[in-house]
């Protein structure tokens, strides 16, 4: 079992940054590809970052250049620093962990861009 909790959401402006955190319990958290997802009112969730287990990452387009995903095993966390930030980058924020056919959920950490 792994639980998730999420950090670091909050409002700022065009342009601003934010950093979120996801810290996970349980064992073998270097076992598991991370990622970030986002789902904005009316919107379905959309899969922002990966990050896997060796440290490949990837990126949604929209993302690219802007937001980067990072992971510290000894501390069981994953980070995702946003930059350059949008008032469509504004979302409920949700970290998954996954290993194969397991997933794991974070209850997720509002992140809302003011024009």
């Known amino acids: 079992q792994v639980q998730l909790v999420e950090s670091g959401g909050g409002l700022v402006q065009t342009g601003g940054s934010l950093r979120l955190s996801c810290a996970a319990s349980?064992?073998?958290?270097?076992?598991?590809?991370m990622a970030w997802y986002r789902q904005a009112p009316g919107k379905q969730r959309e899969l922002v970052a990966t990050i896997g287990s060796g440290g490949r990452t990837n990126y949604a387009d929209s993302v690219k250049g802007r937001f980067t995903i990072s992971r510290d095993n000894a501390k069981s966390t994953v980070y995702l620093q946003m930059n350059s930030l949008k008032p469509e980058d504004t979302a409920v924020y949700s970290c998954n962990a996954n290993r194969g056919i397991i997933d794991y959920w974070g209850q997720g950490t509002q992140v809302t861009v003011s024009s």
């Open positions: 349980g064992k073998i958290f270097s076992a598991y590809a």
